[in-house]
Protein backbone atom coordinates (compact mmCIF):
# COMPACT_ATOMS: atom_id res chain seq x y z
CA UNK A 1 0.00 0.00 0.00
CA UNK A 2 2.81 2.37 1.05
CA UNK A 3 4.86 1.90 -2.70
CA UNK A 4 1.25 2.30 -4.54
CA UNK A 5 0.99 5.73 -2.74
CA UNK A 6 4.57 6.94 -3.50
CA UNK A 7 4.06 5.74 -6.87
CA UNK A 8 1.04 7.39 -7.83
CA UNK A 9 2.70 10.90 -6.58
CA UNK A 10 5.38 10.51 -8.67
CA UNK A 11 3.62 10.02 -11.58
CA UNK A 12 1.69 13.21 -10.78
CA UNK A 13 4.55 15.30 -10.12
CA UNK A 14 6.32 13.94 -13.80
CA UNK A 15 2.86 15.23 -15.32
CA UNK A 16 3.67 18.91 -15.73
CA UNK A 17 7.08 17.96 -16.60
CA UNK A 18 6.30 16.27 -19.52
CA UNK A 19 4.13 19.32 -20.79
CA UNK A 20 7.37 21.20 -20.61
CA UNK A 21 9.13 19.36 -22.99
CA UNK A 22 6.41 20.72 -25.80
CA UNK A 23 7.93 23.24 -28.12
CA UNK A 24 6.90 26.97 -28.14
CA UNK A 25 4.54 28.68 -30.48
CA UNK A 26 6.14 30.69 -33.48
CA UNK A 27 5.89 34.89 -33.25
CA UNK A 28 3.17 35.59 -35.96
CA UNK A 29 4.97 37.98 -38.67
CA UNK A 30 3.27 41.02 -38.94
CA UNK A 31 1.94 41.98 -42.01
CA UNK A 32 3.03 44.88 -44.16
CA UNK A 33 1.87 48.38 -43.80
CA UNK A 34 -0.37 50.18 -45.83
CA UNK A 35 1.14 53.23 -47.17
CA UNK A 36 0.17 55.91 -49.78
CA UNK A 37 3.22 56.34 -52.27
CA UNK A 38 3.66 59.25 -54.78
CA UNK A 39 5.74 58.79 -58.04
CA UNK A 40 8.52 61.46 -58.60
CA UNK A 41 7.77 62.89 -62.15
CA UNK A 42 9.67 66.44 -62.46
CA UNK A 43 8.00 69.00 -64.01
CA UNK A 44 8.07 72.43 -64.79
CA UNK A 45 6.03 74.12 -61.69
CA UNK A 46 4.36 78.13 -61.71
CA UNK A 47 5.85 79.70 -58.92
CA UNK A 48 3.70 82.66 -56.73
CA UNK A 49 5.83 84.59 -53.86
CA UNK A 50 3.96 86.96 -51.71
CA UNK A 51 5.04 90.10 -49.84
CA UNK A 52 3.22 92.24 -47.61
CA UNK A 53 2.85 95.92 -49.54
CA UNK A 54 0.96 99.39 -49.04
CA UNK A 55 -0.70 101.19 -51.49
CA UNK A 56 0.32 104.96 -52.36
CA UNK A 57 -1.28 107.75 -54.67
CA UNK A 58 0.53 107.89 -57.77
CA UNK A 59 -0.08 111.89 -57.20
CA UNK A 60 -1.16 113.50 -54.45
CA UNK A 61 -1.78 117.41 -54.58
CA UNK A 62 -1.46 119.88 -52.39
CA UNK A 63 -4.80 122.06 -52.70
CA UNK A 64 -3.38 125.42 -51.40
CA UNK A 65 -4.59 129.42 -51.78
CA UNK A 66 -2.44 131.35 -54.21
CA UNK A 67 -3.55 134.79 -52.25
CA UNK A 68 -4.50 136.17 -48.93
CA UNK A 69 -7.56 136.75 -48.40
CA UNK A 70 -10.82 135.36 -46.82
CA UNK A 71 -12.16 132.12 -47.42
CA UNK A 72 -16.12 132.19 -48.35
CA UNK A 73 -16.98 128.73 -49.04
CA UNK A 74 -16.05 124.69 -48.98
CA UNK A 75 -17.79 124.07 -52.29
CA UNK A 76 -16.87 120.22 -52.54
CA UNK A 77 -17.82 117.49 -50.23
CA UNK A 78 -15.17 115.99 -47.96
CA UNK A 79 -13.70 112.47 -49.14
CA UNK A 80 -15.78 112.78 -52.36
CA UNK A 81 -14.45 111.73 -55.69
CA UNK A 82 -13.19 115.07 -57.67
CA UNK A 83 -12.54 115.75 -61.48
CA UNK A 84 -9.60 117.98 -62.54
CA UNK A 85 -10.93 121.44 -63.04
CA UNK A 86 -14.21 121.50 -60.30
CA UNK A 87 -14.11 123.84 -57.60
CA UNK A 88 -13.15 122.90 -54.62
CA UNK A 89 -13.17 126.49 -52.58
CA UNK A 90 -13.96 129.99 -53.40
CA UNK A 91 -12.11 133.27 -51.55
CA UNK A 92 -14.19 136.71 -51.44
CA UNK A 93 -13.47 137.59 -54.64
CA UNK A 94 -14.62 141.96 -54.14
CA UNK A 95 -11.06 142.87 -52.85
CA UNK A 96 -9.61 141.50 -55.96
CA UNK A 97 -12.53 142.88 -58.49
CA UNK A 98 -11.17 146.41 -56.96
CA UNK A 99 -7.72 145.80 -57.86
CA UNK A 100 -8.76 144.76 -60.92
CA UNK A 101 -10.99 148.07 -61.56
CA UNK A 102 -7.92 150.27 -60.69
CA UNK A 103 -5.73 148.32 -62.66
CA UNK A 104 -8.00 149.00 -65.91
CA UNK A 105 -8.19 152.24 -65.00
CA UNK A 106 -4.32 152.85 -64.96
CA UNK A 107 -4.50 150.88 -67.85
CA UNK A 108 -6.57 153.47 -69.56
CA UNK A 109 -4.89 156.59 -68.41
CA UNK A 110 -1.36 154.98 -69.72
CA UNK A 111 -3.36 154.90 -72.92
CA UNK A 112 -4.17 157.79 -73.26
CA UNK A 113 -0.98 159.47 -72.38
CA UNK A 114 0.41 157.35 -75.26
CA UNK A 115 -1.98 158.78 -77.59
CA UNK A 116 -0.74 162.07 -76.58
CA UNK A 117 2.68 161.36 -76.92
CA UNK A 118 2.02 159.92 -80.58
CA UNK A 119 0.40 162.92 -81.76
CA UNK A 120 3.23 164.97 -80.82
CA UNK A 121 5.76 162.53 -81.99
CA UNK A 122 3.81 162.84 -85.77
CA UNK A 123 3.74 166.82 -85.41
CA UNK A 124 7.32 167.60 -84.11
CA UNK A 125 8.77 164.96 -86.88
CA UNK A 126 7.71 166.59 -89.80
CA UNK A 127 9.14 170.60 -88.11
CA UNK A 128 12.23 169.01 -87.78
CA UNK A 129 12.83 167.79 -90.87
CA UNK A 130 11.63 171.23 -92.26
CA UNK A 131 14.50 172.36 -89.69
CA UNK A 132 11.07 174.33 -87.68
CA UNK A 133 12.22 172.79 -84.32
CA UNK A 134 15.50 171.32 -83.43
CA UNK A 135 17.02 167.66 -82.76
CA UNK A 136 16.49 168.51 -79.20
CA UNK A 137 12.40 168.62 -80.13
CA UNK A 138 12.00 165.52 -82.22
CA UNK A 139 14.51 163.54 -79.62
CA UNK A 140 12.01 164.78 -76.53
CA UNK A 141 9.61 163.89 -78.40
CA UNK A 142 10.52 160.67 -79.36
CA UNK A 143 11.37 159.58 -75.96
CA UNK A 144 8.30 160.75 -74.24
CA UNK A 145 6.38 158.33 -77.04
CA UNK A 146 8.30 155.42 -75.82
CA UNK A 147 8.03 155.97 -72.07
CA UNK A 148 4.22 156.17 -72.58
CA UNK A 149 4.23 153.42 -74.69
CA UNK A 150 6.54 151.26 -71.79
CA UNK A 151 3.98 152.75 -68.93
CA UNK A 152 1.38 151.21 -71.12
CA UNK A 153 2.84 147.59 -70.97
CA UNK A 154 3.51 147.98 -67.15
CA UNK A 155 -0.53 148.83 -67.04
CA UNK A 156 -1.09 145.88 -69.05
CA UNK A 157 0.97 143.29 -66.52
CA UNK A 158 -0.58 144.95 -63.86
CA UNK A 159 -4.06 144.28 -65.38
CA UNK A 160 -3.05 140.93 -66.27
CA UNK A 161 -1.84 139.86 -62.28
CA UNK A 162 -4.76 141.31 -60.75
CA UNK A 163 -7.03 139.64 -63.16
CA UNK A 164 -5.06 136.26 -62.05
CA UNK A 165 -5.72 137.16 -58.21
CA UNK A 166 -8.74 137.44 -59.01
CA UNK A 167 -9.42 133.68 -60.78
CA UNK A 168 -6.84 132.52 -57.93
CA UNK A 169 -10.08 132.97 -55.23
CA UNK A 170 -12.06 130.29 -57.29
CA UNK A 171 -9.68 127.50 -56.50
CA UNK A 172 -10.25 124.29 -58.57
CA UNK A 173 -7.98 120.75 -58.73
CA UNK A 174 -5.83 120.25 -61.57
CA UNK A 175 -6.16 115.85 -61.12
CA UNK A 176 -9.18 113.60 -60.63
CA UNK A 177 -9.08 111.86 -57.18
CA UNK A 178 -10.09 111.32 -54.01
CA UNK A 179 -10.14 114.39 -51.82
CA UNK A 180 -9.74 114.85 -48.10
CA UNK A 181 -11.08 116.94 -45.55
CA UNK A 182 -10.65 120.85 -45.57
CA UNK A 183 -7.99 122.40 -42.86
CA UNK A 184 -9.90 125.42 -43.10
CA UNK A 185 -12.91 126.49 -42.52
CA UNK A 186 -15.10 129.19 -44.01
CA UNK A 187 -14.78 132.51 -43.33
CA UNK A 188 -10.52 131.87 -42.21
CA UNK A 189 -8.40 134.40 -43.46
CA UNK A 190 -6.00 132.91 -45.59
CA UNK A 191 -2.22 133.63 -45.70
CA UNK A 192 0.90 132.05 -46.52
CA UNK A 193 0.67 130.05 -42.97
CA UNK A 194 -2.38 128.88 -43.74
CA UNK A 195 -2.49 128.74 -46.83
CA UNK A 196 -3.07 124.26 -47.39
CA UNK A 197 -6.80 123.57 -47.62
CA UNK A 198 -6.84 119.73 -48.33
CA UNK A 199 -5.14 117.03 -50.79
CA UNK A 200 -6.51 115.40 -53.84
CA UNK A 201 -5.50 112.15 -54.23
CA UNK A 202 -5.20 110.12 -57.56
CA UNK A 203 -6.35 106.80 -57.45
CA UNK A 204 -7.23 105.50 -61.43
CA UNK A 205 -3.38 104.02 -61.06
CA UNK A 206 -2.40 103.19 -57.61
CA UNK A 207 1.34 102.41 -56.68
CA UNK A 208 2.06 99.14 -54.06
CA UNK A 209 5.08 99.42 -52.38
CA UNK A 210 6.80 96.51 -50.68
CA UNK A 211 10.46 95.43 -49.65
CA UNK A 212 12.41 92.62 -50.31
CA UNK A 213 14.92 91.93 -47.92
CA UNK A 214 19.31 91.14 -48.99
CA UNK A 215 19.19 87.71 -47.59
CA UNK A 216 15.90 86.83 -49.79
CA UNK A 217 17.43 88.73 -52.66
CA UNK A 218 20.70 86.59 -52.41
CA UNK A 219 18.76 83.45 -52.48
CA UNK A 220 17.23 84.49 -55.42
CA UNK A 221 19.89 85.48 -57.55
CA UNK A 222 21.80 81.57 -56.22
CA UNK A 223 18.75 80.10 -57.48
CA UNK A 224 18.40 81.59 -60.81
CA UNK A 225 22.28 80.78 -61.24
CA UNK A 226 21.87 77.52 -60.10
CA UNK A 227 19.28 77.18 -62.73
CA UNK A 228 16.55 75.92 -60.37
CA UNK A 229 14.59 79.43 -60.95
CA UNK A 230 13.68 80.64 -64.66
CA UNK A 231 12.19 84.12 -64.48
CA UNK A 232 10.26 85.85 -67.46
CA UNK A 233 11.27 87.70 -69.55
CA UNK A 234 12.41 91.61 -69.61
CA UNK A 235 10.80 91.03 -66.24
CA UNK A 236 7.31 90.25 -67.58
CA UNK A 237 5.92 89.66 -64.15
CA UNK A 238 2.23 89.74 -63.58
CA UNK A 239 1.00 91.32 -59.94
CA UNK A 240 -1.79 90.30 -58.31
CA UNK A 241 -3.21 92.40 -55.24
CA UNK A 242 -4.60 90.26 -52.58
CA UNK A 243 -7.17 92.52 -49.82
CA UNK A 244 -7.47 91.83 -46.40
CA UNK A 245 -10.59 89.71 -46.72
CA UNK A 246 -8.31 87.47 -48.96
CA UNK A 247 -10.22 88.03 -52.11
CA UNK A 248 -8.15 89.27 -54.98
CA UNK A 249 -8.12 92.58 -56.84
CA UNK A 250 -9.68 92.09 -60.38
CA UNK A 251 -6.93 94.62 -62.00
CA UNK A 252 -3.21 92.98 -62.63
CA UNK A 253 -0.23 95.06 -62.28
CA UNK A 254 3.59 95.21 -63.24
CA UNK A 255 6.61 96.04 -61.67
CA UNK A 256 7.77 99.52 -62.32
CA UNK A 257 10.23 100.53 -60.05
CA UNK A 258 13.05 99.43 -57.75
CA UNK A 259 14.92 101.34 -55.49
CA UNK A 260 18.69 101.32 -55.89
CA UNK A 261 19.52 102.17 -52.56
CA UNK A 262 19.57 99.55 -49.48
CA UNK A 263 17.79 100.37 -46.32
CA UNK A 264 20.29 100.46 -43.61
CA UNK A 265 17.37 100.84 -40.82
CA UNK A 266 15.18 98.09 -41.84
CA UNK A 267 17.90 95.60 -44.15
CA UNK A 268 15.63 95.66 -47.25
CA UNK A 269 15.32 97.14 -51.30
CA UNK A 270 11.90 99.23 -52.08
CA UNK A 271 10.08 98.08 -54.78
CA UNK A 272 7.22 99.42 -56.50
CA UNK A 273 4.33 98.20 -58.68
CA UNK A 274 1.49 100.41 -60.57
CA UNK A 275 -2.04 99.14 -60.41
CA UNK A 276 -4.79 100.18 -62.30
CA UNK A 277 -7.61 101.19 -60.19
CA UNK A 278 -10.57 102.58 -62.36
CA UNK A 279 -12.96 101.78 -59.98
CA UNK A 280 -11.15 103.45 -56.81
CA UNK A 281 -11.59 99.99 -55.21
CA UNK A 282 -8.59 100.94 -53.68
CA UNK A 283 -7.32 103.41 -51.18
CA UNK A 284 -3.69 104.97 -50.57
CA UNK A 285 -2.57 103.70 -47.31
CA UNK A 286 -4.01 100.40 -47.52
CA UNK A 287 -1.75 97.29 -46.25
CA UNK A 288 -1.86 94.25 -48.73
CA UNK A 289 -0.93 91.28 -49.98
CA UNK A 290 1.29 91.56 -53.22
CA UNK A 291 1.67 88.49 -55.44
CA UNK A 292 4.24 87.79 -57.51
CA UNK A 293 3.53 85.44 -60.84
CA UNK A 294 5.62 84.43 -64.15
CA UNK A 295 8.47 82.74 -62.40
CA UNK A 296 9.17 79.19 -63.24
CA UNK A 297 10.91 76.26 -61.30
CA UNK A 298 12.07 74.00 -64.22
CA UNK A 299 12.33 69.71 -63.82
CA UNK A 300 10.83 70.99 -60.22
CA UNK A 301 10.04 67.90 -57.19
CA UNK A 302 7.43 68.47 -55.61
CA UNK A 303 5.58 66.36 -52.68
CA UNK A 304 3.35 66.46 -49.53
CA UNK A 305 5.21 68.43 -46.58
CA UNK A 306 3.69 65.30 -44.79
CA UNK A 307 5.71 63.27 -46.55
CA UNK A 308 8.76 65.25 -45.10
CA UNK A 309 10.57 64.20 -42.04
CA UNK A 310 13.06 65.52 -40.08
CA UNK A 311 15.66 63.79 -37.94
CA UNK A 312 18.96 65.18 -35.92
CA UNK A 313 20.90 64.65 -39.37
CA UNK A 314 18.22 66.48 -41.55
CA UNK A 315 15.95 66.17 -43.61
CA UNK A 316 14.55 63.06 -45.15
CA UNK A 317 11.90 60.78 -47.10
CA UNK A 318 10.75 57.29 -47.19
CA UNK A 319 11.11 55.36 -50.80
CA UNK A 320 10.51 52.29 -52.01
CA UNK A 321 12.63 50.00 -53.36
CA UNK A 322 11.75 47.49 -56.15
CA UNK A 323 10.65 44.75 -53.64
CA UNK A 324 8.19 47.60 -52.09
CA UNK A 325 10.77 47.49 -49.29
CA UNK A 326 10.87 51.25 -46.87
CA UNK A 327 14.80 53.31 -47.37
CA UNK A 328 15.43 56.19 -45.50
CA UNK A 329 16.23 58.64 -47.96
CA UNK A 330 18.20 62.40 -46.87
CA UNK A 331 17.01 65.12 -49.24
CA UNK A 332 17.59 68.66 -49.54
CA UNK A 333 14.43 71.13 -49.39
CA UNK A 334 13.20 74.09 -50.92
CA UNK A 335 10.93 76.76 -50.71
CA UNK A 336 7.11 75.55 -49.55
CA UNK A 337 4.61 75.69 -52.48
CA UNK A 338 1.13 76.02 -50.75
CA UNK A 339 0.97 72.76 -48.74
CA UNK A 340 3.82 70.96 -50.77
CA UNK A 341 7.51 70.93 -50.65
CA UNK A 342 10.50 71.58 -53.14
CA UNK A 343 12.80 68.88 -53.17
CA UNK A 344 16.12 70.73 -54.38
CA UNK A 345 18.14 66.96 -54.01
CA UNK A 346 17.62 63.57 -52.72
CA UNK A 347 14.94 62.13 -55.55
CA UNK A 348 15.24 61.94 -58.92
CA UNK A 349 12.02 60.72 -61.37
CA UNK A 350 10.60 57.40 -61.08
CA UNK A 351 11.04 57.29 -57.28
CA UNK A 352 8.19 56.28 -54.88
CA UNK A 353 7.82 58.30 -52.08
CA UNK A 354 5.94 57.16 -49.50
CA UNK A 355 3.06 60.06 -48.57
CA UNK A 356 0.31 58.63 -46.31
CA UNK A 357 1.09 56.00 -43.39
CA UNK A 358 4.70 56.78 -42.85
CA UNK A 359 4.56 56.49 -38.87
CA UNK A 360 3.45 52.74 -39.44
CA UNK A 361 6.78 51.72 -41.35
CA UNK A 362 9.96 50.27 -40.27
CA UNK A 363 13.20 50.83 -42.68
CA UNK A 364 13.78 47.74 -44.54
CA UNK A 365 10.54 46.31 -44.04
CA UNK A 366 7.81 45.32 -46.85
CA UNK A 367 4.69 47.55 -47.35
CA UNK A 368 1.76 47.42 -49.15
CA UNK A 369 0.82 49.97 -51.30
CA UNK A 370 -3.07 50.83 -51.12
CA UNK A 371 -2.85 53.94 -53.69
CA UNK A 372 -1.21 56.28 -55.44
CA UNK A 373 -0.97 60.09 -55.48
CA UNK A 374 -0.04 62.51 -58.34
CA UNK A 375 1.39 66.02 -57.60
CA UNK A 376 -0.48 69.28 -57.96
CA UNK A 377 -0.89 70.49 -61.51
CA UNK A 378 -1.40 74.20 -60.80
CA UNK A 379 0.70 76.52 -58.73
CA UNK A 380 -0.66 77.92 -55.33
CA UNK A 381 0.50 80.36 -53.39
CA UNK A 382 3.90 80.21 -51.69
CA UNK A 383 4.39 81.33 -48.17
CA UNK A 384 5.68 85.04 -47.51
CA UNK A 385 8.58 84.21 -46.13
CA UNK A 386 10.08 83.07 -49.12
CA UNK A 387 10.07 86.30 -51.41
CA UNK A 388 11.35 86.57 -55.13
CA UNK A 389 14.38 89.26 -54.76
CA UNK A 390 14.94 92.02 -56.81
CA UNK A 391 13.85 92.14 -60.39
CA UNK A 392 15.32 94.61 -61.94
CA UNK A 393 18.69 92.84 -61.14
CA UNK A 394 17.70 90.20 -64.51
CA UNK A 395 17.25 93.23 -66.78
CA UNK A 396 19.74 93.11 -69.87
Known amino acids: MRWTLIALIALIALVPLAGCDKPAPKPQERPPAPVTVQRIVPRDVPVTFEYVGQTEST ?23 VKAGDVMFQQDPKPFQASLDAAKGALGQQLARLQTANDNLARVRPLTAQKALSQ ?52 SYIASANSL ?22 QFRDEQASGRLRVPEQDGYVIEVVLSDGSVFPQQGRITFTNADYNVQTGTFLLRATVP ?68 SGLAAGDSVVVDGVAKIVPGAKVKIVSETTPDAGPTPAAPHRPIGVISDQKK
Do not use: C
Not at 59 to 81: C, P
Not at 136 to 152: E, N
Not at 289 to 295: D, K, Q, S
Open 277 to 344: NPDATLRPGQFVRVRIEGAVRPNAILIPQEAVLQGAKGHFVIVLDQENKAQVRPVQVGPWQGNNWFID
Open 59 to 81: RQVQIRARVDGFLNQRVYTEGSL
Open 136 to 187: KDLDDATGQQQAAAASVETARADVRQAELNLGYTTITTPVTGLSSYAQVQDG
Open 197 to 218: LTYVAQVDTLWVNFSVSENDML
